[in-house]
């Protein structure tokens, strides 16, 4: 018990309260009873306590702090107070209190056993002193002196059931002086014996937070509230190369000012890449608050990515010549074929031994495959077209659709019955020319699903759009539909399941809706039909300059 709840400073504490009390009793003893009643004991006690304090700090000196030290001393102590009460007026003087504060030191020092058994011991102290009282077998009251003056207004005679009133009742408040000081004093060693855990742990957090910042290759700089530098670990330093004095350098750095820019708006990004010292960094950003809640400032983390940055540029380079390559090939096989068709029918016109019947079919021959590489080659135009177009030219919807539904008839669509429910004539802003092809090239799909089916019929529709501020163009085919595995790759370029197809017309259309900020969405069921809907933002009347072209 006593390694756990005494320090070196506390027992010192101890010796100097122990000589302020005993010297101050005795010396108002001395004073006040004066030097021939009391000056031999009082000095005798007050020479026993210097000695013991002496000794005390000898031992502690050579040897470790024993228990049974403190219990010698507490002892002797018992029996001085009670040789000084006895001499200044007896087991129920008013210095009898003296007993009090005894018990309770020593609850202080040695815990609740400590304080209930010195407790007992200056019991039995006060009861030793009643019974002297009450025998009479010792009279050391001084005389000639104020306090035999005092003591004289005492009745003379004390009656034992008096004597063992007063012992009972002052042995059960200091039984429970002695518990309560013993209980507190535990409680407290036991309270702050925590709390020094708690720092501890703190400390050695803290002591740790630290050691892992240094460790970290990445550089951490943190601001408080009012953008004073508070702390940058090594990896930092090194970043931003800067020395002993980094707190007024960083001022003059690009962090400093990117992170209290970013501290004091709201709208900064928290990652930013930035270029220092010839370095590309990473920096992300953050703030962090205090234990009330309040902002207490922001850090920054800086990582090194300049040979990421190096290894994702070169790998940006060979995935676009990976995809140049991956487009010639496949641009020079689409072209092949049609080339080499023309360029056997050109063979055949130029021996001259056809009649004119074979001669128109070499004709249109030649005609059909040049139409379908100039669709190749527009098709790889689209891939490489600027996303971020910004018509101003409005068109006329209803003029789309009339133009896409000719063009068709009177071509691809010949054989398949087409019908046409147009329910206005919406404006928007675009190219009539792109929007024509994203509507011929659905209709061409639905009619090559149809495959010249007898009963295949394909309804193209203009109507306002369920979307607010949209127009919907919808072509519907009542053919074999579009099974899931196909739907998944059906915006793929180059995907197709037709054969000689390109498997650029659904492609090339999204991307012409999405050019005049719209969008195409499909909706198929096997066995039921294919329904694809272009919806495109109607242009408001106030943004229509009075002559509407509508061609372009």
Same mark, same amino acid.
Request: hydrophobic content about 45%.
């Given at each position: 018990m006593l390694k756990g709840i005494l320090t070196m400073k506390r027992r010192s504490w101890f010796q100097v309260g122990r000589l302020i009390v005993f010297g101050l009793f005795v010396f108002l003893g001395i004073l006040f009873l004066g030097w021939t009643s009391v000056g031999r004991v009082y000095s005798t006690v007050g020479s026993v306590v210097i000695l013991t304090v002496l000794l005390d700090f000898l031992l502690r000196r050579r040897t470790k702090e024993k228990e049974w030290q403190l219990w010698v001393e507490f002892?002797?102590?018992?029996?001085?107070?009670?040789?000084?009460?006895?001499?200044?007026?007896?087991?129920?003087?008013?210095?009898?209190?003296?007993?009090? =504060?005894?018990?309770?030191?020593?609850?202080?020092? *040695?815990? !609740?056993? $400590?304080? &209930?058994?010195?407790?007992?011991?200056?019991? %039995?102290?006060?009861?030793?002193?009643?019974?002297?009282t009450i025998s009479g077998l010792v009279d050391v009251t001084p005389t000639g002196s104020a306090f035999e003056k005092l003591m004289?207004?005492?009745?003379?005679?004390?009656?034992?059931?008096?004597?063992? =009133?007063?012992?009972?009742?002052?042995?059960?408040? *200091?039984? !429970?002086? $002695?518990? &309560?000081?013993?209980?507190?004093?535990?409680? %407290?060693?036991?309270?702050?014996?925590?709390?020094?855990?708690i720092l501890r742990q703190l400390r050695e957090a803290r002591t740790m937070s630290r050691e892992i910042l240094e460790s970290l290759s990445d550089g951490i700089l943190v601001?408080?509230?009012?953008?004073?530098?508070?702390?940058?670990?090594?990896?930092g330093l090194k970043i931003l190369l800067m020395g002993d004095d980094w707190k007024e350098e960083v001022y003059n750095t690009d962090i400093y000012t990117m992170l209290r820019e970013f501290q004091l708006s709201e709208g900064m990004p928290p990652v930013i890449e930035v270029s220092v010292n010839n370095e590309i960094l990473e920096c992300r950003m953050g703030t962090f608050l205090d234990l009330e809640g309040n902002a207490a400032g922001a850090l920054v983390a800086m990582t090194d990515i300049t040979e990421t940055f190096e290894l994702k540029r070169q790998l940006q380079e060979?995935?676009?010549?990976?995809?140049?390559?991956?487009?010639?090939?496949?641009?020079?096989?689409?072209?092949?074929?049609?080339?080499?068709?023309?360029?056997?029918?050109?063979?055949?016109?130029?021996?001259?031994?056809?009649?004119?019947?074979?001669?128109?079919?070499?004709?249109?021959?030649?005609?059909?495959?040049?139409?379908?590489?100039?669709?190749?080659?527009?098709?790889?135009?689209?891939?490489?077209?600027?996303?971020?177009?910004?018509?101003?030219?409005?068109?006329?919807?209803?003029?789309?659709?009339?133009?896409?539904?000719?063009?068709?008839?009177?071509?691809?669509?010949?054989?398949?019955?087409?019908?046409?429910?147009?329910e206005g004539n919406f404006i928007v802003f675009g190219n009539q020319a792109r929007l024509v092809q994203l509507l011929t090239n659905v209709m061409r799909n639905s009619v090559e699903a149809l495959k010249s089916d007898s009963e295949g019929k394909i309804t193209v529709s203009l109507v306002k759009s369920p979307l607010d501020g949209m127009a919907e163009m919808t072509v519907s085919d009542n053919g074999p539909g579009i099974t899931d595995e196909v739907m998944v790759q059906l915006f793929d370029p180059f995907f197709t399941t037709k054969e000689g197809g390109t498997g650029l017309g659904l492609f090339v259309a999204r991307k012409v809706a999405r050019d005049h900020r719209g969008r195409m969405d499909i909706d198929s069921e096997p066995w039921e039909g294919t329904t694809v809907r272009v919806s495109i933002p109607i242009a408001s009347p106030d943004a229509i300059a009075p002559e509407t072209g509508g061609n372009q």
């Open positions: 002892v002797l102590d018992s029996i001085l107070a009670s040789l000084l009460i006895r001499i200044a007026g007896g087991f129920d003087g008013p210095l009898t209190v003296l007993f009090f =504060l005894h018990t309770f030191t020593a609850g202080v020092y *040695l815990g !609740i056993r $400590g304080g &209930v058994a010195i407790a007992i011991l200056d019991s %039995l102290m006060i009861a030793s002193l009643a019974f002297v004289n207004t005492v009745p003379s005679e004390i009656s034992f059931q008096y004597a063992l =009133l007063f012992v009972m009742i002052y042995a059960g408040f *200091l039984t !429970i002086t $002695g518990l &309560v000081s013993g209980y507190l004093s535990q409680h %407290l060693l036991f309270e702050k014996g925590r709390a020094e855990g601001i408080d509230n009012s953008g004073t530098p508070v702390s940058i670990n090594n990896a060979q995935e676009k010549l990976a995809a140049i390559g991956r487009l010639s090939s496949t641009m020079a096989h689409e072209i092949r074929n049609p080339l080499a068709s023309m360029s056997g029918a050109a063979h055949i016109l130029k021996m001259g031994t056809l009649d004119w019947k074979k001669t128109d079919r070499m004709t249109d021959l030649i005609s059909n495959q040049a139409k379908r590489i100039s669709e190749i080659i527009e098709g790889y135009l689209e891939l490489s077209r600027e996303s971020t177009v910004s018509y101003t030219n409005p068109v006329s919807l209803e003029a789309v659709a009339t133009e896409a539904i000719e063009v068709a008839k009177q071509g691809f669509g010949s054989q398949t019955e087409i019908e046409s429910h147009i």
